[in-house]
Nanobody, 125 residues
């Protein structure tokens, strides 16, 4: 699978953005997909993932504010981000994740260390 992320931008604190992840190379319905982010000077961290059966995982830092969803017919995964905070500013990437780790441990673990360009999210007044 390859991924193309979009939807980032500049938003004020408390604002919302919806990120999109377009998958190509195969049909999405059997895959588990996650969102990850990397802020400047920090390590990449997991944000959220969704298993093929619809099970969702969220990191504590975004729980209650972000919502992950998928549209298999369009080969798309989305991340609705509400109540954005300055700490959410980062480059966001999507990637295929390990479904067993998501289901058993509520962890979003990428299956490969291969990343696209991502989409930049900036939060500033």
């Amino acid at each position: 699978l390859q991924f193309d992320e979009s939807g980032g931008g500049l938003v004020q604190p408390g604002g919302s953005l919806k990120l999109s992840c377009q998958a190509s190379g195969d049909t999405l319905d059997l895959y588990s997909i996650g969102w990850f982010r990397q802020a400047s000077g920090k390590e990449r961290e997991e944000v959220s993932c969704i298993v093929s059966d619809g099970h969702r995982v969220y990191s504590d830092s975004v729980k209650g504010r972000f919502t992950i969803s998928r549209d298999n017919a369009k080969n798309m995964v989305y991340l609705q981000m509400d109540s954005l905070q300055s700490e959410d500013a980062a480059v966001y990437h999507c990637a295929q994740v390990n479904p067993q780790r998501a289901l058993l441990f509520n962890k979003c673990t990428p299956v490969a260390d291969v990343w696209g360009q991502g989409t930049q999210v900036a939060v500033s007044s």
